[in-house]
C-alpha cells in the first residue's frame, strides 16, 4: 500500500511529512485532513495540516486552543475507540455538532463547512496523537466501509505520529534548557573525556572569543598555561569516569593577569 509506504518516509523525511495530511485525505476521497500530537496536560505539541487549511485558520486553531472545544475527540478517545479508524457520523449527533463552538467560532469564522470527520485517538505517554479527515456538510458522511478501510492504515500512522510527538518533546526541552543556560550570568561549558567542545551557553561563548587564559583550538578546550592546561586535564579525566567521579576547581590566569575561576564536575 502506497501510503504506508509514504507514512513510513514521513518519519525521517519533514518534507515528506508535510505532504502526508494530503496523501491521506485523497486515498479517503476527501478535502482535508489534521495530524496532531498532545502531551500529558492535553497542551498541544504539534498540528500539522494540508494546505486546505489557510495559515490564518491554522494559526488560530493553535492559538486559541480551539482543539479543547473538538466535539470528535471526546467520543474518539473512548477506550473502546482508541487505535481505531472512527466516523463522526456514527458517533457524533450532527445537530449538536452544528450547535457547537468549534463548528461555529473556528470553522464558521473562516468561512469553512466542515462537517464530517473520519479519525482516530492513539495514546502515547500520557498524552495522544490523532488523525482527522474531513468533508464539507454537503458531502455525505463517511461509511462504515471507508472507515474499515482505514483501519490497516491506524498502526502505521500512530508508530510514525508518536516518533514524531517524542521528537517534538525532547526538540522543546533541548531548547528551553538552552536558554535556561544562555541566561545564566557564568558560563557553562560541555566537553567529552578528550575536550572536545559539545556545547557552550552565551556567556562561555563570550569567554572563549575575548579570553586567552581559555581558548577553543581544533575544536578542542584548552589552557594558556602548560601546568594550568595539565591540571585542567587531570580533572577532566577524573570527572569521566563515570559513577562516583568529582571533578574540583582551578584558577586560570591571563595575559594581563587577571584571573579565571573554573569549576569542573560531571555532566
Not at 489534521?34 to 495540516?49: D, V
Not at 467560532?105 to 473562516?110: A, I, N, P
Not at 455525505?140 to 500512530?158: D, Y
Not at 552565551?202 to 581558548?215: K, P, Y
Request: charged share 20%; with cysteine; hydrophobic share 40%.
Amino acid at each position: 500500500m502506497r501510503i504506508v509506504e509514504l507514512i513510513y518516509e514521513a518519519m525521517t523525511d519533514d518534507e515528506v511529512f508535510a505532504t502526508l495530511p494530503a496523501a491521506l485525505a485523497r486515498a479517503a476521497d476527501a478535502r482535508s485532513c489534521m495530524l496532531q500530537a498532545f502531551g500529558p496536560g492535553n497542551e498541544i505539541l504539534f498540528a500539522a495540516s494540508d494546505d486546505y487549511f489557510s495559515p490564518e485558520s491554522h494559526a488560530f486553531y493553535v492559538e486559541a486552543g480551539m482543539f479543547h472545544h473538538d466535539p470528535w475527540r471526546g467520543p474518539f478517545s473512548q477506550r473502546r475507540h482508541l487505535n481505531r479508524a472512527c466516523s463522526s457520523q456514527q458517533l457524533v449527533d450532527f445537530e449538536s455538532y452544528q450547535r457547537s463552538v468549534f463548528y461555529n467560532d473556528f470553522f464558521r469564522q473562516f468561512g469553512d463547512d466542515t462537517a464530517h470527520c473520519l479519525g482516530s485517538v492513539m495514546p502515547h505517554q500520557g498524552g495522544c496523537v490523532t488523525l482527522g479527515i474531513h468533508r464539507g456538510v454537503t458531502a455525505e458522511g463517511f461509511s462504515e466501509m471507508e472507515t474499515a478501510a482505514m483501519q490497516p492504515v491506524i498502526p502505521h500512522l500512530r508508530c510514525v505520529l508518536v516518533v514524531k510527538a517524542r521528537l517534538h518533546t525532547a526538540n522543546t526541552e533541548r531548547v528551553n534548557a538552552n536558554r535556561l543556560l544562555d541566561a545564566l550570568p557564568y558560563g557553562v561549558l560541555v566537553v567529552d573525556h578528550g575536550r572536545r567542545l559539545i556545547y557552550a551557553n552565551a556567556s562561555a561563548e563570550a569567554l572563549l572569543r575575548s579570553s586567552d587564559a581559555l581558548i577553543a583550538r581544533a575544536g578542542r578546550i584548552i589552557a594558556r598555561g602548560y601546568d594550568e592546561d595539565t591540571r585542567l586535564d587531570a580533572l577532566i579525566v577524573t570527572s569521566t569516569r563515570g559513577i562516583g567521579s568529582r571533578g574540583g576547581g582551578l584558577v586560570l590566569t591571563t595575559s594581563s593577569g587577571s584571573s579565571l575561576r573554573l569549576t569542573v564536575s560531571p555532566w
